[in-house]
């Protein structure tokens, strides 16, 4: 066997139209839509219904497609959970974050970076609900974090002492003193690794 000059031809230069998969003659077909996108052209044009909405249809394939534990859907249901807030229902938003907290811990496991996150942002959630509401909210919250990151985790420890401050002062704090507790509370969070 000898090397010939004319064993390694170069197949050809690729055109846009060989990448887009149509012909030369012919303009390439555009990319459909996310369902991403059109939810967050919604959500931006203030549209959260309908975003929900969307954010609803887009879950139901996903879960379909992937089932309950797989990231995609559990992100589909957080991006729920957000939009649910943003249409003024956040103790029904606060479910949907526990919900994709559990999630996050069964696929990920408790001491993963991103079921600590989700922790993290389910109780700043939590956080934002009026004090009768967040009182009544606590043990489901409480229980959850128990459940995924144990009972000394910074996030359940931060729940049980806004609780007993909840039940000391029920009435929503001063700005001043609102501002003193979420200080407090992010002096006790950990230091990122």
């Avoid at 309908?50 to 887009?58: D, G, N, S, T, V």
């Avoid at 992100?75 to 103790?91: F, I, N, S």
């Avoid at 949907?96 to 922790?119: F, K, N």
């Amino acid at each position: 066997m000898t090397d010939s000059p004319d064993l390694y031809h170069p197949w050809g230069i690729a055109s846009p139209a060989f990448w887009t998969g149509s012909e030369p003659d012919q303009p390439p077909t555009p990319p459909a839509p996310s369902p991403l996108a059109a939810i967050q052209d919604a959500a931006a044009a203030g549209l959260h219904e309908k975003a929900l909405a969307l954010a609803e249809e887009l879950d139901a394939t996903t879960t379909a497609l992937h089932g309950e534990i797989h990231l995609d859907t559990i992100q589909v249901r957080e991006v729920r959970g957000y939009l649910t807030d943003l249409t003024g229902r956040p103790a029904e938003a606060l479910d949907w974050y526990l919900h994709t907290l559990r999630l996050r811990a069964r696929l990920h496991g408790p001491d993963s970076p991103d079921t600590e996150s989700a922790a993290r942002r389910t109780y700043s959630l939590w956080r934002t609900l009026p004090p009768l509401e967040a009182q009544d909210t606590a043990p489901a919250l409480l229980a959850a974090l128990t459940e995924t990151q144990g009972p000394d985790s910074p996030a359940a420890r931060w729940t049980r002492r806004r609780s007993a401050e909840l039940v000391v002062h029920p009435k929503e704090p001063p700005v001043g003193e609102r501002s003193e507790t979420i200080r407090r509370d992010a002096e006790a969070a950990p230091e990122p690794a």
